[in-house]
């Protein structure tokens, strides 16, 4: 008989367990929620115009530009910032747009290329494209020499120029498939 009585026993004890898990489950998912603050939005201060941005204060990466490790184009601004994981500083600088811009979005890194000819016909080097616009080919490069003059607005080029030092951390960073975000 003592046999029979533990079984009883440890199936009365299951089913408790049980019933007590299940109703507080039930008292959690049906108790109300704790009260929100409602916190306005900082203000962000407006940014001053690329040329009289301040090196030892980098200008902000753009609102809605997403989360996480990207780069982030703007096209409006004329400049790239490479966000890093949290604890990385955020490196940014400008660049030349080309004549042919990506609309604003989300690409991935599609190709890379150490060292090849441009659109243009002037050497570059690391090449990082992400982008296909109009059947031409859009990316981050610098100039083998090293300038970064405007394109010729009556050619179709995608080459977003920058110097080579900005060349070779654009290089380090935006590998085979890294989420480039394009901002007007």
């Known amino acids: 008989m003592a046999r029979s009585s533990s079984g009883i026993v440890a199936g009365l004890t299951a089913a408790a367990i049980v019933a007590v898990g299940f109703l507080g489950y039930q008292a959690s998912a049906t108790a109300p929620a704790a009260p929100v603050r409602a916190v306005a939005p900082p203000t962000p201060a407006p940014s001053p115009p690329a040329a009289k941005q301040d090196p030892a204060k980098p200008a902000p990466v753009p609102e809605g530009s997403g989360t996480g490790v990207r780069v982030v184009y703007s096209v409006g601004q004329k400049r790239v910032w490479l966000v890093g994981e949290a604890t990385q500083p955020v490196k940014s600088f400008t660049v030349v747009p080309s004549t ?42 610098a100039r083998a020499d ?21 060349g070779d951390a654009m290089w380090a960073f935006a590998t085979i498939s890294s989420k480039i975000v394009v901002v007007p």
């Open 100 to 141: 042919v811009h990506p609309k604003p979005g989300s690409y991935p890194v599609s190709s890379r290329s150490g060292a090849v000819t441009g659109s243009d016909g002037v050497p570059i080097e690391h090449v990082v494209r992400f982008a296909s616009t109009d059947g031409v080919a859009v990316g981050f490069s």
């Open 146 to 166: 090293g300038q970064t003059p405007e394109p010729d607005p009556s050619k179709k080029t995608g080459g977003i120029r920058m110097t080579r030092a900005d």
